[in-house]
């Protein structure tokens, strides 16, 4: 009787001890314990159909504009949360290179929310990848560290071929997300929907139906885009664009200049307006628009409206006049 009164009150502590698999933390991980995420106060309704706002702007055929942050943490999180951009520009590719804190970025837009009733505003990350196919397929693992933290799409910088973006798409799904011609069966991997689907205020199972690409599927959220940006990048653009499930590219005028034109210090004058770099922007506009895919280009108060005329859909400056301007032009009313 003894033994057995023993045995039953090891059970009882063993059972008060022990904390479910889907309520552990990971060693060194950001903790969602009570209190991590406060409960907030009401919000309005989500406008449109899509955790990502990104898409039902374009959905209604206006353009978009970012605002860009050179790495950052929680509080850099909760001073973005109230910007008028789109999206926001998380830059790895020459800021720090710490998904750690891009969780912590992340948790802070969670944790201030949005006035248009998404749970954050769009994150798109660059990595600093090398956008070649070898390159790429060795560094994979960047995009998936980037999406587990519950951003809503990558950029790729230096995109120098089709089959680079191609391991991006794959890199960017789900096993059993359907295989289209051109692109193999993804390679996300179990456990990557723990804490982004936190991130997008949903549940892991709802998070797996809504983490593929878009356009390829009409119901994903993520945005795979192409930096145009080299002369290697420009000979295979027109077939690097096609690639199913890119949404966007740009055309890269920093480090195009620095091909094309030289050392800014030394050249002189505004590199993007050189004849050769006239040239190339037109090339890969009309490649983006040939795929249906939407082009990115830095505007401003003075071009901004001209820039939206010859197709750009992404401007820089989400919170400067140019993108008031640009709103006001394509009377634009949801709200930002």
Not at 44 to 56: A, F, L, S
Not at 132 to 150: E, H, I, K, P
Not at 228 to 252: K, L, M, Q, T, Y
Request: with cysteine; charged share 20%; net charge neutral.
């Amino acid at each position: 009787m003894k033994t057995k009164k023993l045995l039953l009150a090891g059970l009882a502590v063993a059972a008060l001890a022990y904390t479910p698999v889907s309520a552990q933390v990971q060693p060194n991980g950001p903790a969602f314990a009570p209190g991590t995420f406060p409960a907030m106060p009401s919000r309005p309704t989500r406008t449109g159909k899509h955790i990502n706002r990104v898409i039902d702007m374009w959905l209604k055929g206006q353009p978009v504009y970012y605002a860009q942050l050179e790495a950052g943490g929680y509080e850099d999180g909760k001073r973005m949360a109230t910007t008028k951009a789109d999206y926001i520009t998380y830059e790895m590719e020459h800021g720090a290179l710490d998904f750690k804190e891009l969780r912590e970025f992340m948790r802070g837009l969670k944790e201030v929310g949005t006035r248009t009733g998404h749970a954050t505003v769009p994150v798109i990350v660059t990595l600093p990848i090398q956008g070649t196919a070898d390159a790429m397929r060795a560094n994979s693992w960047m995009v998936q560290q980037a999406l587990a933290a519950g951003v809503h799409g990558i950029l790729l910088c230096n995109a120098e071929s089709p089959e680079a973006a191609k391991i991006m798409v794959e890199a960017s799904r789900y096993p059993f997300a359907a295989v289209v011609p051109g692109v193999n069966q993804g390679f996300r991997g179990n456990g990557s929907q723990s804490f982004a689907s936190k991130i997008w205020g949903i549940t892991p199972q709802e998070y797996l139906q809504r983490a593929d690409v878009w356009p390829l599927n009409p119901d994903g959220e993520i945005l795979l885009g192409l930096k145009i940006e080299n002369p290697r990048s420009d000979a295979n653009v027109e077939s690097s664009v096609r690639v199913p499930g890119i949404s966007f590219a740009e055309w890269g005028p920093g480090d195009h200049g620095f091909f094309l034109v030289g050392n800014p210090a030394t050249s002189g004058g505004r590199g993007d307006m050189a004849p050769n770099m006239v040239a190339v922007r037109k090339r890969i506009l009309d490649a983006t628009k040939a795929a249906n895919i939407k082009f990115l280009n830095a505007c401003n108060e003075d071009n901004v409206i001209e820039q939206i005329k010859d197709g750009t859909m992404i401007c820089t400056g989400g919170d400067s006049p140019a993108a008031d301007k640009g709103r006001a032009f394509t009377k634009r009313t949801d709200p930002y």
